[in-house]
């Protein structure tokens, strides 16, 4: 059974900064994609920051300059930091990868359980 455990979310200040960590866990056989996705009240979720298993990077517009993600593949982790928030980077954060379990013949996406991120103007 495969999981994604999500911490580091919190309250923080506009200009703040907050790093959040998504561990994936249990009989995996690889990972590919991982990253990060936001979603507000009464919004959409939206793709945040992506990093593929040879760390190729891709940010939504809105983060560039911000945000950095980054990945420890020996230990299946990804981390986003985040710089410069602003009260409209308020949202829960889920982390997403592309998981290929053990003795599966096929991978497919898993989702964290979220995490809050508010930010106080």
């Known amino acids: 059974q495969v999981q994604l455990v999500e911490s580091g979310g919190g309250l923080v200040q506009a200009g703040g900064s907050l790093r959040l960590s998504c561990s994936a866990s249990?009989?995996?056989?690889?990972?590919?994609?991982m990253g990060w996705y936001r979603q507000a009240p009464g919004k959409q979720r939206e793709s945040v920051a992506i990093?593929?298993?040879?760390?190729?990077?891709n940010y939504a517009d809105s983060v560039k300059g911000r945000f950095t993600v980054s990945r420890d593949n020996a230990k299946n982790t990804v981390y986003l930091q985040m710089n410069s928030l602003k009260p409209e980077d308020t949202a829960v954060y889920y982390c997403?990868?592309?998981?290929?379990?053990?003795?599966?013949?096929?991978?497919?996406?898993?989702w964290g359980q979220g995490t809050q991120v508010t930010v106080s103007s």
């Open positions: 997403n990868a592309w998981i290929r379990p053990v003795l599966i013949s096929r991978g497919r996406d898993y």
């Open positions: 990093i593929t298993s040879g760390g190729s990077t």
């Open positions: 249990g009989s995996i056989f690889s990972v590919n994609a």
